[in-house]
């Protein structure tokens, strides 16, 4: 029983004190790798802490299904809720489905494929850098540079043009950061509804004009999908488009605003990138492994199952699966709490997952994280942290979302 500290695991805004919520799940991982956690208002869960135990979770991916809820809703379970969503992502499916609509896109998504996309990445990174020099000695890291570089590799990868990058924007803080006041809607109650009807809007065009003329981009793929021979319904179409655009965008956004601050806590690890630029292929783990991004996902017990840590989880049940925890795990990473960009280890950490859900987009993301850093530091001379750090209250996806920094260039 994990009593008053399972909080940490729901509310949104335990996630904004970074160094409290780590403590608690160093003491939980202490006493446990899987905790049972009962709050009076909330649905009750299992919390998996520990690296392996979370492997062996996602491994039985026929027992512990994504569907019904698969992220923990502030509110409590969704099921209902999520009856009502037109749009079914991968995120929510399991077994053949899955397997079938993951195979549409997953090409495309191989190290190899990425790879030709390293000039265009890379032309993002030097444009996002220039905008930094072009501000002067000081700016906001999380809202001027990270938020926006992702976004716009996103919209080169589906082939939409700049104008539609205010409301991309919009769709995907206003959907991931959920638990978050600055980033919610006004007004609105059905905010997920609506932010789902915005997309709709914005990928229809696009549908079409891909269908008609093809590209090598990925909306096309997504646009001419077909399973067993046959297009895919235009939901279905839609959920790829949204889960792309959100779950490419916030989740790099935050590894990147994320791992500069870390370098620039522990400014040891930035002069070490500033001496060697080639360390900075394997800081792109460790920075992922530190900060976190994406801090859980959900699973559902489809049977009783019992654990190697000998829990027997209950059919019907609900597991949280807590990558930020994980990936402190003092059983496989060495000083867990030392940020280190030359660790030889960082890529077992589980922030992109594992299994059969394992992050799609993983390798675009490992390309935008080293593309942007190898930049900083070759043309950047000092920096430092110019006030204090604000983190997004969100229990999905969270980082920096005002992070203060004064710095000069080289030459
Ligand atoms: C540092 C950045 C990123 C992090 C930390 C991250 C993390 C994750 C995690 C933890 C999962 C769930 C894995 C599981 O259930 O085992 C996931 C799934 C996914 N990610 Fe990422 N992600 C990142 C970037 C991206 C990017 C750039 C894209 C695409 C452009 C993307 C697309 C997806 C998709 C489509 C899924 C669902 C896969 C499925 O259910 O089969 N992600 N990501």
């Keep these: ?15 904004q004190d970074f160094d409290r919520w780590h403590a608690i799940a160093a003491e939980l991982r202490a006493e446990g790798l899987v905790h049972r956690v009962e709050l009076p208002d909330r649905d009750p869960f299992w919390a998996i802490v520990g690296l392996p135990e979370i492997m062996e979770v996602e491994k039985n991916s026929d027992v512990f299904t994504n569907a019904p809820d698969p992220v923990m809703n502030p509110k409590g379970r969704m099921t209902e809720e999520r009856e009502e969503s037109p749009v079914n992502t ?23 494929e990425v790879k030709k996309l390293a000039d265009q990445v890379g032309i993002q ?13 000081s700016c906001d890291f999380a809202a001027d540079i990270a938020m926006n570089y992702p976004l716009r590799v996103i919209l080169d990868i589906l082939g939409l043009p700049e104008e539609e990058f205010p409301k ?13 006041p600055d980033f919610q809607r006004a007004g609105e109650d059905d905010q997920a509804m609506a932010v789902i009807m915005d997309v709709i809007t914005l990928f229809t065009g696009l549908n079409a004009e891909r269908r008609e003329n093809p590209t090598t981009d990925l909306a096309t793929v997504i646009a001419n999908g077909q399973i067993d021979g046959k297009p895919l319904e235009d939901m279905d179409t839609y959920g790829y488009y949204l889960i792309v655009a959100t779950a490419g965008h916030d989740t790099t956004s935050n590894a990147v605003a994320g791992g500069m601050q870390a370098l620039l806590e522990h400014k040891s690890e930035w002069e070490k990138l500033q001496a060697d630029p080639a360390l900075v292929d394997g800081a792109a783990d460790e920075i ?6 994406v801090k859980h996902f959900m699973r559902t017990a489809q049977q009783d199952y019992t654990l190697a840590s000998g829990h027997t989880i209950p059919k019907g049940d609900w597991l949280l699966l807590s990558y930020q925890s994980a990936n402190r795990d003092e059983r496989v990473f060495e000083d867990p709490f030392r940020f280190d960009v030359t660790r030889p280890d960082s890529d077992r950490h589980l922030g992109f997952g594992f299994g059969r859900h394992y992050c799609l987009g993983a390798h675009l993301a490992r390309l935008e994280i080293r593309a942007i850093f190898k930049e900083l530091v070759a043309r950047v001379g000092d920096i430092d942290l110019a006030g204090t750090t604000e983190l997004t209250a969100s229990v999905l996806v969270n980082g920096p979302k005002r992070m203060p920094v004064t710095y000069s260039f080289k030459g």
């Design 125 to 137: 990174a030097t444009r996002s850098v220039d905008e930094m020099q072009r501000l002067g000695g």
């Design 90 to 112: 991968l995120i929510q499916m399991d077994g053949d489905e899955h397997k079938a609509h993951r195979a549409l896109v997953n090409e495309w998504f191989k190290p190899g």
């Design 168 to 180: 991309m924007l919009r769709l995907t803080q206003e959907l991931f950061g959920d638990g978050d």
């Design 288 to 293: 992922v492994r530190w900060v976190s991004p």
């Design 1 to 15: 029983m994990a009593d008053e500290r399972g909080r940490i695991f729901i509310d949104p805004a335990a996630y």
